[in-house]
């Protein structure tokens, strides 16, 4: 069974920083794309970053450049999501998802591409 599972979310004072965890079991995530969306109350989920199971490569949206990172762990089966400055705005629930269809830069934002997804962690940034 393909399963996905994000940990790492809490609160977190302004500036602070927090490694977010996307841990999959029943299949490897090697050779799969793998994203990070998020989403607040009210608003649309929209993507944060992907790394690319195709070429490697990754991809962010303009407002986690310069702050998030996100990296592979292939030998333990996990993508994690580096965030640091936070901000009160980042503020969501964040998801993680697969897929082994091709994104790139026009496409890794794009909710329908991905096939599985975790059931979210909740991050909170607030003095």
């Known amino acids: 069974q393909v399963q996905l599972v994000e940990s790492g979310g809490g609160l977190v004072q302004p500036g602070g920083s927090l490694r977010l965890s996307c841990g999959a079991s029943g299949f490897t995530l090697d050779g799969w794309s793998v994203a990070w969306f998020r989403q607040a109350p009210g608003n649309e989920r929209e993507g944060v970053s992907c790394?690319?199971?195709?070429?490697?490569?990754?991809y962010y949206a303009d407002f986690g450049k310069g702050r998030f990172t996100i990296t592979r762990a292939n030998f333990e089966n996990t993508v994690y999501l580096q965030m640091n400055s936070l901000k009160p705005e980042d503020s969501a629930v964040y998801y993680c998802?697969?897929?082994?269809?091709?994104?790139?830069?026009?496409?890794?934002?794009?909710?329908?591409?991905?096939?599985?997804w975790g059931q979210g962690t909740q991050v909170t940034v607030s003095s």
């Open positions: 790394s690319s199971g195709y070429d490697g490569s990754t």
């Open positions: 998802a697969t897929t082994d269809h091709l994104v790139d830069s026009s496409t890794w934002d794009l909710s329908t591409k991905y096939d599985y």
